[in-house]
């Protein structure tokens, strides 16, 4: 499947949901759930539907400065798709 691209505005997918608590996020899904922390879970808060992946990717990009902004990039984008092939995140 394709990466998205950087007008992809990435959601969660139908029937997925935040659920946990403040200190143990996760994300509800059909199937079950996944426990998401730190980097992924500042990724998956900005997947409202209103950012877009370029919007995402810079907010990241600002908040780890040290690190290479292409690699960055290639992270988001490889954890996107790996959430969306297991319809979890729609783009």
Known sequence: MPW???SSRPKLAAGCRWGGSDEEKMILFPEGAIKVQTTGR???ERCDGQNTFREIVEAL????????PAKIRDDVARFLEQLH???IVDY
Do not use: C, M, N, W
């Not at 908040?63 to 290479?68: I, N, P």
């Open 4 to 6: 998205p691209i950087d």
């Open 42 to 44: 500042r990724i998956l």
């Open 85 to 87: 092939q297991k319809r």
């Open 61 to 68: 990009q600002a908040h780890y400065s040290a690190s290479e």
